[in-house]
């Protein structure tokens, strides 16, 4: 069983440090185009949400800030967590990512509709490389660098982190640069593949299909194959406790 080394004064120090990153994500205005997209499909919706008010805005991580495993994505869907504010949420992709992390623990419930639905994540934090919706799910390679010093930032403010869960490449090339922002540098270049772990002197990098339509619909992502890195996840964590 883990326990919690921190005192309640660094805990509530870290708290709130990673509310000032949050902050400080929504208020980015670094990537022009991504805003002025945000911005427009916030205004002209999408008929199943016509009622809705969009969130429009950077979207910070979300989860359980002593958190042994980071979940990272790709960014947020122009009409799921562009819309709710909260990552993976609001969309399909939110409820397949949620019914894996429900099953190993990670997840009180296994949906992920909007901010009010009593969805708590323990021991687990979600985040994504980008932080603004992109036009056809594309950020340009110079908006994903220029959003990267949030997620160092978010991990800074993350002490407990033992393993990283990349769900698509983007989130697995943003993993590595991050280790390197710290020091390690794997040689030769880790490859991409479902299921593929990395074990390094710093964090974890775990790799899985991002539960995007497209792979899902397919079958290219199933859910067992979600549930089981998720499994895979969980023993990592558990090993390095």
Partial sequence: MRTNRRSPTKHHADVNRLDLVRRDIVACGRCSRLRTYCERIAREKKAAHRDDVYWGRPVPGFGDPDARLLVLGLAPAAHGANRTGRVFTGDGSGDFLMRAMHAAG???????QCTDDGLTLKDAYIASAVRCAPPDNKPSPAEIVACHVHL???????????????????????????????????????????GAIYRTSSLTVIASYHPSRQNTNTGKLTPPMLASVFRLARREIRRTA
């Avoid at 943003?174 to 020091?183: F, K, T, Y």
Wanted: with cysteine; glycine share 8%.
């Fill in 152 to 194: 160092v930032e978010e991990v800074s403010a993350l002490p407990q982190l033992r393993a990283i869960l990349c769900l698509g490449k983007i989130g697995f090339d943003a993993a590595w640069r991050l280790l390197a922002s710290r020091g390690v540098v794997v040689r030769p270049r880790p490859l991409f593949g479902h």
């Fill in 106 to 112: 990670f997840a009180n419930i296994t949906t992920s």
